[in-house]
């Protein structure tokens, strides 16, 4: 099975610049699946490029979960550690709209484990 292509920040700054309005404002029309997917998959592939590593999983569903950030390797069952949010909060998260802290502390994102908090070092991919 051929390996992904790999993600780059034009990629993502194009793919987050498509749905910025709804970024932006909470009041805009939420924008297709597929352009959401787009910016989901493209921004968190781009993260575990940029910071390799098996340390962290990174999960937004319905879309993606990838791991990052070096370290020991995780492998079976549960990771030790885990940051879990929605699309639009990790979109506002790569964007820089919102900051990792932030979102931790008003519940849209979830950091569990010791290294999970790292993954606010690589933040923000894109600026909108």
């Known amino acids: ?5 790999r993600v ?3 990629t993502v700054q194009r793919a987050v610049a498509a749905i910025a309005d709804w970024l932006r404002d909470d009041s ?3 924008p297709g699946r597929s352009e959401i997917a787009a910016a989901v998959r493209s921004s968190a592939r781009l993260l575990a490029a940029d910071a390799p590593g098996s340390s962290v999983e990174v999960r937004v569903p319905p ?3 990838v791991q990052c950030i070096t370290g020991p390797r995780h ?3 549960t990771p030790p550690n885990v940051v879990e949010t929605d699309p639009r909060t990790w979109l506002r ?3 820089g709209l919102v900051d990792f802290e932030s979102a931790v ?3 849209s994102l979830v950091a569990s ?3 999970a908090h790292e993954v606010a070092r690589w933040l923000p991919l894109a600026r909108i």
């Open 75 to 77: 492998t079976r069952g």
């Open 28 to 30: 805009s029309d939420a």
């Open 93 to 95: 998260l790569v964007t």
């Open 8 to 10: 780059d920040h034009a």
């Open 105 to 107: 502390e008003n519940g």
């Open 1 to 5: 099975m051929p390996g992904r292509a």
């Open 113 to 115: 484990g010791s290294r």
């Open 63 to 65: 879309f993606v979960a």
